[in-house]
């Protein structure tokens, strides 16, 4: 088992068509037995992770019986988001429950922020090496 993984930095276009350089992360999640491969962005600024609700779905998720109670900031603000535990494999490292704030935004990314994704990875940028590198917590 690799004691940290390396990845580069994802070209994307943004909404002026203009290019950028995103941490995107590979990852397999897992939501009671069902996997969904599926790309995060790592977000040191974010407060929560955020799933976005067609991926809530693929994993088996059922809005109704979510954990309620949850606000989300920013653009998100206007969503209503409920608490979900998911699974997440990053590459051969070991396997960790994230939480997430699940939300009825569809056209948001998968975002990994401070809680609890920074808090079970650490996380390197050498944004002008266009690389970053994760290690497990474990």
């Given at each position: ?56 779905i ?57 809680v ?19 290690r497990?917590?474990?």
């Open positions: 088992m690799a004691d940290f993984l390396r990845f580069s930095y994802s070209e994307t276009r943004g909404s002026s068509g203009e290019t950028l350089f995103r941490p995107i992360l590979p990852v397999i999640l897992t939501h009671r037995g069902t996997p969904y491969t599926a790309h995060a962005i790592i977000d040191s600024g974010a407060d929560v992770n955020v799933l976005p609700y067609p991926i809530g693929g994993l088996g998720g059922n809005w109704e019986q979510a954990r309620t109670g949850l606000t989300l900031s920013g653009n998100l603000a206007n969503y209503e988001a409920r608490g979900i535990l998911v699974n997440c494999t990053v590459g051969d490292l070991p396997s960790v429950q994230l939480a997430f704030a699940w939300t009825r935004a569809e056209h948001v990314p998968l975002l990994f922020g401070q609890n994704f920074f808090m079970e990875f650490d996380v390197c940028f050498f944004r002008a090496r266009s690389m970053f590198e994760i497990s917590r474990s």
